[in-house]
């Protein structure tokens, strides 16, 4: 149980376009999402928090406007980036949490390459 | 603020022989606190947490961890290295002020040379 998907596995865009990335609690009802970016060799760092149906949480120096996050359900938290450019390659990884389990539970991640 | 600090970037071991990855955390409050494998092009996969139960907490494919209040660490072990034990492990704590969330250690990479 508790498998958290993650669509697509990769991405290719051109400098300038938006990217849809989807989070999916397969298994479970998720109360929080967290989205996190890992650059090549380094750790996760938090982007945001969002629980469903409410407006996402962003940690400092993450822009809202960039990237757009929309937790419509318990099973679905979606992270766009728009306006993409090639600083915002990386490794894009969701993780769906439920309040009564100490314990998220993370996607594979989202290798998202601007071009 | 709560964090923790992994005390090394790197470790290499022979196989065979123990591991040890330290990890002290700062929190005002009991916390809890986690350990993440990954392994190349693979996800995260828990390997043990602790939530103030038993201080000596036991995870998989052999790992332990010891949480110690008095030196605020949280160092995983395992007796005997194997080579698919090569990857990257991450400390983690959860916060618990105002709505929580999970903070990652700066990782450490783990060799392991036949």
């Known amino acids: 149980g508790a498998v958290v998907s993650q669509h697509p596995s990769w991405v290719i865009c051109k400098s300038g376009t938006s990217v849809k990335i989807e989070c999916r609690s397969l298994d479970f009802q998720a109360t929080t999402m967290f989205w996190y970016r890992q650059f090549p060799k380094q750790s996760l760092m938090l982007m945001a928090t969002s629980n469903e149906g409410s407006k996402a949480t962003y940690e400092q120096g993450v822009e809202k406007d960039k990237f757009l996050i929309n937790h419509a359900s318990l099973t679905l938290s979606t992270l766009t980036v728009t306006s993409a450019h090639p600083e915002d390659s990386s490794f894009y990884i969701c993780s769906a949490a439920v309040a009564a389990h100490n314990e998220q539970f993370f996607g594979p991640g989202t290798r998202l390459t601007v071009l | 603020a709560q964090s923790v600090t992994q005390l090394d970037s790197h470790v290499s071991v022979s196989e065979g022989t123990p591991v040890l990855l330290r990890c002290n955390y700062s929190s005002s409050y009991s916390p809890s606190l986690f350990w993440y494998v990954q392994h190349p092009n693979k996800g995260l996969q828990l390997l043990l947490k602790y939530t103030s139960a038993a201080t000596l907490v036991k995870g998989i494919n052999g790992f332990e961890a010891e949480f110690k209040k008095s030196e605020t660490s949280f160092h995983l072990t395992k007796p005997s290295a194997h080579m698919s034990d090569a990857a990257e492990y991450f400390c983690?704590?959860?916060?618990?002020?105002?709505?929580?969330?999970?903070?990652f250690g700066t990782g450490t990479r783990l060799k392991v040379l036949a």
């Open positions: 983690v704590v959860k916060t618990t002020s105002g709505t929580y969330k999970y903070i």
